[in-house]
């Protein structure tokens, strides 16, 4: 027999767990308002602070671009893809200028064998000052 009271905790920490996996949801960048480099709610005009996502306007459910905005400037990990999936930019940012490694592909699909693709990847990583402890 099953203890109801082990149960119940099993299903509050198994919700937990999944909300703090998934987090909460991102806000569309393209419903936020870009006044001098910074991204306001737009229904109050405050700096955003949070998820960010945007979508391909040919495919609305693939993502396109995922990062966080702090007080409206990027902040931390930022992807944006290919419109085939593969990576086109990724990196850190801090107030908004990119800092540390960088892939950069320009090219929508990979080449080749594994080995060239990593050397390519490597060729066009980029490198900027290290990003702040915080």
Do not use: Q, T
């Given at each position: 027999m099953t203890n109801p009271r082990r149960a119940r905790w099993f299903v509050v920490l198994l919700v937990g767990t999944i909300y703090g996996c998934v987090g909460p949801r991102a806000?569309?960048?393209d419903d936020l308002v870009l006044r001098d480099s910074t991204y306001l709610v737009a229904e109050t005009l405050e700096p955003f602070t949070g998820r960010v996502v945007?979508?391909?306007a040919s495919e609305p459910d693939r993502v396109q671009l995922e990062g966080t905005l702090r007080e409206?400037?990027?902040e931390g990990e930022l992807t944006v893809y290919h419109e085939?999936?593969?990576v086109r930019y990724q990196g850190r940012l801090s107030a908004g200028t990119p800092c540390g490694a960088w892939v950069?592909?320009?090219d929508d699909e990979p080449s080749g064998t594994v080995y060239q693709e990593l050397r390519r990847e490597i060729e066009s990583m980029g490198i900027y000052p290290p990003c702040p402890e915080r």
């Open positions: 806000a569309d960048l945007r979508h391909f409206g400037a990027w085939s999936g593969r950069e592909n320009r």
